[in-house]
């Protein structure tokens, strides 16, 4: 008789915090309506100055933010971000042209989560899960 084990994710909580960067709204809304049965309450922003208002009204876990933002300059956003909320997740989108560059910058942050777009919202969930869960086999 052959035995079979089952991956499972654990998450050390039930609820996340989530900031969703994103200038096209009809992008960041279809992200929205994708996470809804996952267990992130979603926050959003549309440019970096909406982004560091939220930030300063709510405890973030994990920030997803494309690479480039309006009233951002390169990775200056992400600078900020880890200066200022050391404790925050950080998921960075980038298109494939940007990518190495990008994950050179910031990798210097810190940032260890970088998905190179255009990706499926349920590779972004997975991704956001990856980062506050532990698979244990």
Do not use: W
């Amino acid at each position: 008789m052959q035995s079979q084990t089952t991956a499972t994710l654990e998450c050390p909580r039930d609820s996340f915090i989530v900031l969703l960067i994103q200038d096209d709204g009809r992008l960041l809304r279809g992200l929205q309506r994708s996470f809804l049965d996952e267990p992130f309450e979603i926050l959003t922003a549309v440019s970096a100055a909406e982004a560091m208002t939220v930030l300063s009204s709510y405890q973030v876990d994990l920030i997803v933010t494309d690479s480039l933002i309006p009233g951002s300059h390169g990775t200056d956003f992400l600078t900020d971000i880890r200066r200022q909320y050391p404790q925050t997740e950080l998921l960075v989108l980038t298109s494939c042209l940007q990518l190495t560059a990008t994950q050179q910058s910031i990798a210097k942050l810190g940032v260890n989560h970088v998905l190179p777009k255009p990706c499926r919202a349920s590779d972004v969930a997975m991704a956001i899960r990856d980062a506050f869960c532990v698979t244990n086999s």
